[in-house]
Every structure is written in structure tokens, then in C-alpha cells.
């Protein structure tokens, strides 16, 4: 059955209760959705009876077994933005547009009374006090004969059960592998939680939390190439230990649309980090420093906690739950041809700018990167396919040798791209130097980069079939340049 609630009405979250059943945790529903979800979000369907493929695959393998009965169904919460209705006979209502247009997401609720939200996933437009960019995916749900889709990232609570909070971390990075790139297999609930474990024993066992170790396997088994970052063991090219390049890390891998399973051992949690606040222009007004990251600018970084509603923000000082200094190891788990991580980039990038360049046939000290008073750094993997998209988009701002240059190259799947700007420019979220590393290439590459360039001259290496090497000149580069390729979806 289905029902229509007006949340914009007094008593719409009072309804809401009325209309679910006590297994499926009203109060604590209501307590989440409440102050969470924008006043936007006027209305919502309650779809009882549904049969949800991640709660089934937990009730056959373990409620089911239970001396206390559980129900099968779930329930599906829609959402929707004012402007729509649900008549008698189930028809949708619209002052204007489709009812597409006003949906911005589901809840799946279990009847496991103590943490029942399940899979969720939930527009960024429709959460309260969400300011900077997220990492998101389409996806797309039935319902009365109608197709919504919505884009964000998923959600669910763990069971506390035979799932904890690492498990529903480990989920919801699964799930979204599997709705933005087809070529990832779907994972359950049961699928991760016995993924985790070196044996079968035969069932579904309660869980008392995953290890590193554990969450890389599930990563592993799925497919994908998780790589371990300890906050302890990131160091300098001095070899002394550097906390905030550990943050640096982390912030890069998330710029470039990968999120990132994060643990917090102190407190013995893990979460998602699913995207990063808004940029402050200002942050280095106050610093002397000649090189900067733009990292150092970022207020805050976005996280899905099986604990909160999706896409909590969380800073460096204020935070109400955790702050970011409390992540103290973090896995990205990377597609398949992705063997230079992020530091050996950070590490190539920063010594041509401190240093030159230098090739392994010619000495070359051409490069100058005097007309950068202040340069600041921004890096992160794109697919070329991406990279020169952007390029193509932003032809008018590239000399057209570059630009020909650019669209030439042999390049694999993935590209590390450095975008470098003046403080000034990069205030307008533009920049006018772009370096391109060969993601495949090894930590110990001397010479990862497929090009390189300042305002006059640029150095190419393709990699690829040609394999040539040498200069290029072109007329002085434009400013302000092309504007900052962005893999996440921003809301301000």
C-alpha cells in the first residue's frame, strides 16, 4: 500500500509515526529525518510491503534463524519536494513539471526496531546545511508505475549485529562502484559481511568490527585494488613524520571522485568520506609560505556515518561529533590500472616547481615558474577520456599548440592532473599550468609525466604508442586560465 504524507503541515512527522508499525523504529525515523531534510522537502510516499534485496539477504541468512520473529517487508520512504501530491487513486499531481522533478530520494526501512534505515540515498539538495562538493551517482527506483532517479551517494545504519559500522562503510563504497561504473558486480549486506572473513563458517556470525586488514579484503574480492594510508607512517622527503600530508592524500583521492573508507581508532569507528567542504579564497591571505595546497584551504570534508543522515560535515576544530584530526588511517579502494599513488605524485609535482626538470636525455632547466608568485597546488585522478573533455571544452583558453598537443597524446584510462595557479588566480578557481602523470606508472618512476609546461614552453613525453619526447613553444599563455576541472558535484 501507499500512503501521502504533507510534511508541511504540524503534524506531518506525527503522521508519519502513526502510519509505521513499532519494528520499524518510528521515533528513531522521525529523530533523523527531522532538522535534517530541508524545509524544501514537503511530502512523502510510504510504500509498505516492500521487498528490499539487501534485508533479505540478512533475514534468510540470520533473522530468519532467530528465536524472536522478524517480518520479511520492509518499508520504502520517497521524498519529494513541494509542488506534488498523491491523489486517491495513486496518481501524482503536479503544479508544474514531472514528478520527477521533485523527488530527491528513498529510505528503506528494516523491521529491526533498533537500527532500521537501511538502504538510503538521498539528493544533496534535499539535506539542511550542506555546503561543497560530494561525491555522487544516479540512481533510480519504482514506484507506482513511475521511474524516479536521484543522484547522491548511499546510506544505511549498520545492524549492529552481524554488521557494524565498518561494514555499512565498506556497503555503501560498494554500492556506489556498482551504480556509477556497470563493470562492478552488486554486494549485499550477507555478500560483505562473510567477504570479511577468511572462512565460511556456514552463516552469518555476529560481528564485533573489521581491521584494516579485513576491509581490504572485502575491497580485494570485490574487484577494486585497495590502498592503505596510515596517518603514524606518512613522512616528509625529509623523512619526518607529516600529519597533514596524510590529509593532503586523502583530500586528493576525494577530488577526484574515489571515496574513501576512513577509520578513526581512538574511537573505534569508521565512516565515508564522500566529498569536501567549500574552498576558503581567503585561507592564505595571512601565510607566507611560497608553496601552497589548496587542501589547506578546504573548511571541512563531507562523510556518510552509519550513526547520522547521509553527507555530515565535519572540520578540523568544531565539530560536534569528531573532527577530521581524528582519522587516523584511511583505504582507497582504486580501479584497476591505477599504480601511482598519491604521495609519488604530490612528491613529482612539487619538485619541478622547487627544483626544475629534468629528462632522461636532456638537462632541461627551461621551465619557469616565476610568473607564479604564490603557486597553489591542486591534484587528483580523472580518466583521459574526462581530461580531454575539459580540454575540449576549454579550447579558447589553451595556445593552440598546447591544445593540439593535448588532444594527441596516448593516454591509459587514468591521469594524475595538476592543476597549478598564482594565488590570485586560483582565487577565481582558475589555473594556468597543467601537469599530466601516467597513473600507471610505478612509485619509482623518475619521470611519470606525459607533459609539463609553463607560459611559453612545454615538455611532452607520450607514453604511449609514439613514445616521442621533446618541446614544444607556443604563444604566452592566457590569464586568467581554464577553470578548475571538477569531478565532484558542488552545492553552495
Not at 539477504?57 to 520517497?78: D, E, I, Q
Not at 574480492?221 to 622527503?237: Q, S
Not at 571544452?393 to 597549478?420: C, G, H, I, K, R
Not at 606508472?441 to 607520450?462: G, I, K, W
Request: charged share 20%.
Amino acid at each position: 500500500m501507499h500512503f501521502w504524507i504533507d510534511l508541511g503541515t504540524v503534524g506531518g512527522y506525527r503522521a508519519l509515526l502513526d502510519e509505521l508499525h513499532e519494528d520499524y523504529g518510528g521515533d528513531l525515523v522521525v529523530s533523523h529525518l527531522q532538522g535534517a531534510l530541508t524545509v524544501d522537502v514537503k511530502g512523502l510516499v510510504v510504500e509498505t510491503g516492500y521487498v528490499d534485496k539487501d534485508y533479505r539477504s540478512t533475514y534468510y541468512s540470520f533473522y530468519a534463524k532467530k528465536g524472536m520473529r522478524y517480518s520479511a517487508a520492509c518499508v520504502r520512504l520517497h521524498f519529494f519536494r513541494e509542488g506534488i501530491t498523491l491523489d486517491e487513486v495513486g496518481d501524482f499531481r503536479c503544479i508544474q513539471g514531472r514528478p520527477q522533478d521533485h523527488y530527491v530520494g528513498y529510505m528503506v526501512l528494516r523491521p529491526t526496531a533498533s537500527a532500521p534505515i537501511g538502504r538510503t540515498v538521498l539528493s544533496v539538495r534535499a539535506r539542511e546545511s550542506v555546503q561543497g562538493g560530494v561525491i555522487q551517482a544516479n540512481h533510480h527506483v519504482h514506484l507506482l508505475g513511475e521511474r524516479f532517479d536521484v543522484e547522491g551517494f548511499p546510506y544505511m545504519q549498520q545492524h549492529s549485529d552481524i554488521s557494524v559500522c565498518a561494514h555499512a562503510a565498506c556497503w555503501s563504497i560498494l554500492r556506489h562502484y556498482t551504480q556509477k561504473h556497470r563493470c562492478y558486480a552488486e554486494f549485499l549486506v550477507t555478500d560483505i559481511t562473510t567477504m570479511a572473513s577468511p572462512t565460511d563458517p556456514g552463516g552469518l556470525l555476529p560481528s564485533r568490527g573489521l581491521n584494516l586488514e579485513q576491509v581490504a579484503r572485502v575491497f580485494s574480492l570485490a574487484g577494486l585494488f585497495p590502498d592503505t594510508y596510515l596517518k603514524e607512517d606518512t613522512v616528509d622527503r625529509q623523512g619526518k613524520k607529516d600529519p597533514v600530508a596524510f590529509y593532503r592524500h586523502l583530500n586528493a583521492y576525494i577530488e577526484s571522485g574515489l571515496p574513501v573508507f576512513a577509520a578513526m581508532t581512538a574511537l573505534q569507528h569508521a565512516i565515508t568520506v564522500v566529498g569536501q567542504g567549500l574552498v576558503k579564497t581567503d585561507a592564505f591571505d595571512n601565510t607566507s609560505d611560497s608553496l601552497l595546497f589548496e587542501w589547506d584551504a578546504v573548511e571541512a570534508l563531507i562523510v556518510v556515518d552509519d550513526n547520522h543522515m547521509p553527507y555530515m560535515t565535519i572540520d578540523t576544530l568544531n565539530s560536534k561529533h569528531y573532527k577530521v584530526g581524528d582519522i587516523d588511517a584511511f583505504i582507497v579502494p582504486l580501479p584497476e590500472k591505477i599504480y601511482l599513488p598519491a604521495e609519488a605524485a604530490e612528491a613529482q609535482i612539487v619538485d619541478v616547481l622547487e627544483n626544475g626538470y629534468v629528462s632522461d636525455t636532456v638537462n632541461v632547466q627551461q621551465l619557469d615558474f616565476s610568473f607564479m608568485d604564490r603557486p597553489v597546488i591542486r591534484y587528483f585522478l580523472t580518466t583521459s577520456s574526462s581530461f580531454k573533455a575539459f580540454a575540449r571544452t576549454n579550447q579558447s583558453a589553451y595556445p593552440a599548440e598546447l591544445f593540439q598537443t593535448l588532444m594527441d597524446l596516448t593516454l591509459p584510462q587514468f591521469v594524475w592532473v595538476a592543476q597549478v595557479a598564482d594565488l590570485e588566480e586560483w582565487k577565481q578557481q582558475r589555473s594556468s599550468v597543467t601537469f599530466l602523470l601516467d597513473a600507471t606508472a610505478s612509485a619509482s618512476d623518475v619521470d611519470p609525466f606525459f607533459m609539463l609546461h609553463d607560459q611559453h614552453r612545454a615538455f611532452v613525453h607520450d607514453r604511449g604508442d609514439t613514445r616521442r619526447k621533446g618541446w614544444i613553444s607556443f604563444q604566452q599563455l592566457l590569464a586568467p586560465g581554464p577553470k578548475f576541472l571538477r569531478n565532484l558535484t558542488y552545492r553552495s
